[in-house]
């Protein structure tokens, strides 16, 4: 009698979907959150870089005509850092929400101090801008990335973004 139940088992197939759905399942489950943990991860790698340049581009048009009549005047330049940084991080100049929820100004270095030659050729300089120099904006963060929590699940660190952007300062166009 025993011999015939097992001889039965071994045709009968009701449970085999269950089965084999456990033995796939947690693969499944690790390849969906490891989709969105990356898709997260690369959404929010792209708002960081376009806030990167978008301050990078406000500080190469920056001028300020009440104090200075000099594009890109260091002066001017250091007083529109905390505007670079807000527009980096909030998308607008004194926002209120982030384009990031764990990106801050603090991560952000705005370096304005580099300047490379302007040569005169056949007469014109070769850039637009002053001859004394073009004076290069730029904008840097280096940031790390806290995820969802599947990157440390998994026993992986977080990855750290760095970026930079540079922009050669113009003034008003």
């Known amino acids: 009698?025993?011999?015939?139940?097992?001889?039965?088992?071994?045709?009968?197939?009701?449970?085999?979907?269950?089965?084999?759905?456990?033995?796939?399942?947690?693969?499944?489950m690790v390849l969906g959150c490891g989709v969105f943990e990356f898709g997260t991860f690369f959404y929010q790698y792209q708002l960081v870089e376009s806030g990167v340049r978008d301050a990078a581009r406000y500080m190469a048009r920056v001028t300020d005509t009440t104090t200075s009549t000099t594009p890109c005047d260091p002066a001017v330049l250091a007083a529109k850092v905390?505007?670079?940084?807000?527009?980096?991080?909030?998308?607008?100049?004194?926002?209120?929400?982030?384009?990031?929820?764990?990106?801050?100004?603090?991560?952000?270095t705005i370096d304005y101090a580099t300047t490379i030659a302007n040569p005169l050729v056949s007469g014109y300089p070769s850039f637009r801008g002053p001859l004394t120099g073009i004076r290069i904006i730029k904008v840097s963060t280096n940031s790390v990335y806290p995820g969802v929590g599947f990157l440390s699940f998994l026993g992986l660190s977080a990855p750290t973004i760095s970026l930079n952007h540079s922009e050669r300062c113009i003034g008003q166009g």
């Open 1 to 28: 009698m025993f011999m015939r139940s097992l001889i039965g088992l071994r045709h009968d197939s009701r449970g085999a979907a269950m089965v084999e759905m456990a033995a796939v399942l947690p693969f499944l």
């Open 82 to 108: 905390a505007n670079a940084k807000d527009i980096a991080v909030m998308g607008v100049i004194g926002g209120t929400t982030k384009r990031v929820s764990w990106w801050n100004e603090a991560d952000i």
